[in-house]
C-alpha cells in the first residue's frame, strides 16, 4: 500500500533548517534598510535596488524556510537529508544576493549579472529539489497543489527576471515586456499563490475558521493561471480579471477571520488583518496604475506583514514542538518565546510604516519609511534570533547536560 | 448514515468549538463557568482520542497490516495533547490564565494540524479499508 509519509511533525525538518532561513531572512531585511538609508543620502535609492531588499532578502528567504518544514508537514513530500539540502541552498541565495543588491546599489550591470545568474542557479536548485517531491504526491491538497505551482511560477519569473537583467546590459530587447511578465509571476504567480495554498491550511489551522469554499480552494490554480494570461495582454481592462480573484481570495479571507470560532484575538491575528487590508488596497492600485510604485509599496506591505505574523507564530510553536520531542526538560510557552511586547511593537511599527508610505504623497517624508523599517527589521531580527536561541540553549541535542 | 470522515471530522467540530468557548471564557475570567467548559471539552476530546485509539486504529491496522505507520504517529501526538491538556487544567486550577491560553494556543496549533491529516489521509483510508457501520457502531459503544 502506498502510505503517506509526512503524516506529522515528528516529519519535520530540524529547527536550524527553518529557523536559519528565518534569521536570515530577518538579518538581510535589517541589512536592507542599512543601505536604503545610505542609498537614501548617497542618492543612489532606486526602486529595484527597494523592492529586491524585500522581496528576495526577505521574502523569498522566508518562504524557502518555510517550504522545507511545510512538504514534509503539510504537503506529504519528505525531503531526505533536509539540513545538508537547505545549506547549500542558502549558501546558493546568500552568494546570488550579495552580488545582486551590490549590482543595484552601484549601479554596476556586470555585478547585477553575476548575481542575477547566481540567484537563478539558487533559485532553479531549491524549486526543482521541492517540484521534484511534490510531483510525487498521489493525492493532493489544496495547499501541496498550490505550492506546486506556486514553485513553477517561481522558476519561470525567476527565469524572467535574468532575462530583464540581459536586457538592462543590452543583449537582448524588450525589457518593458520582459519585466511587467517577470513582475506578474513573481508577485502574482509565486508570492500570492503561495500565501493564498497556505492560507487554505493555516487560516483554518490557527484561527479555527470554516474551511475556503472545496471548489474555490481545489481549483484555485486553474483560476489563476488564465487571469495570469490576460494579465500578461495589454488591453485597458487586461487586469482587471486577476484584480477581481486577488481581492475576491482577500475578502474571503478577511471574512473567515472575523467570523472564526475562536473569538480570543491572538496578535498574529491582527498582522493578519493589515496585511489583507494592503492586499485589498495594492489591488485597487494594480487596476488603475499597473505596476507602478504606488502598487508595489501597497503589494510589498500586504506580503511583509504577512510573514510577520507567521514567523511569530511559527517559530514559538517550533520551539515548543521541537522541545517537546527531543524530551527537554524545561519547555517554555509559545508566549515565552517571543516577548509579547516586542510582538505588539512590531505590529505598530507595521501599521506606522503603511500610514508612512501612504502619505509620502502629502507629507514627502521619504526618511521616515526607511526609518520605521530599520527599526522594525532590527526588532523582527532581535525577536527571532532571540526566540531560535532559546531552542538551542534548551536542546538536548545541542546541550549533553539537558 | 456515515462515513468514518464524516462521523469523526464532526467530533473534530465539536472539540474546536468546546475549545473555544472554554478559551472565550477563561480570557474573561469567567472561572467557575470556564471549568465547566473545561470538563465538557477535556471529555470530549479524551472521549474521541479513545474512539480512535480502541476501536479505528486497531481495526486499520488488523485489515492493512500497518502497525508502525500512520495510527502510530496519531497516537504519539495524542500523548503530545493529552499531556497540554493536563498542563491546562493545572493552570485553571491556579486561575492562571496566562499560562492557560499560552498552553492552548500550543494545543490548537498540534490539535488542528492532526486533526487535518486525519480528515484528509487517514479517515479516507480507514473509509477504504473498513466497514464505516460497523466501525462507527462500534465507536459509540465505548
Known sequence: MNLPRGLSLLQAPPFIVVSGFFITACFLWFLGSLVELVAFFTDRLSLPLFVHITTLGFALFTMFGALFQMLPVVAGAVIDKPKEKALLSWILMLLGYIPFILGFYLKDLYLLLFGALLLLVAILYTSLLMLSKLLKIKSYTPTSKGMKFALFFLLLGAFFGFLVVLSYAGYIPHTGYLLRTHMLLMLFGWVFSLVASVSFQVVEMF???????????????????????????????????????????????????????????????????????NLLLAMLLFIFYGFEVPFLIAFGLFFSTLIMGMMFRIIPFLVWFHLSSEGSSHIPLMSEVIDQRLIKSCLVLSILLSLSLYSLPITKLELLPILIHLFLSLLLFYSILKGSLLYFGLSPLYNASK | MFTITEYLTEEHRECDELYAKMEELVSAENWEEAKKAFESFKTETLKHFQREEDVLFPEFEGRTGIVMGPTQVMRMEHAQARELIQRMEQALERRDKKTLLSTGETFMILIQQHNMKEEQILYPMCDQHLDPSEVIQKMEAL
Open chain 1, 207 to 277: 484561527f479555527v475558521t470554516k474551511p475556503y469554499p472545496p471548489f474555490y480552494a481545489f481549483n484555485f490554480p486553474y483560476l489563476l493561471i488564465p487571469t495570469l494570461f490576460i494579465g500578461l495582454l495589454e488591453f485597458k481592462i487586461s487586469r482587471l480579471p486577476l484584480t477581481v480573484l486577488v481581492m475576491f481570495h482577500a475578502l474571503l479571507t478577511l471574512h473567515r477571520l472575523f467570523t472564526r470560532r475562536r473569538k480570543v484575538a491572538e496578535k498574529s491575528l491582527y498582522f493578519w488583518y493589515v496585511s489583507h487590508a
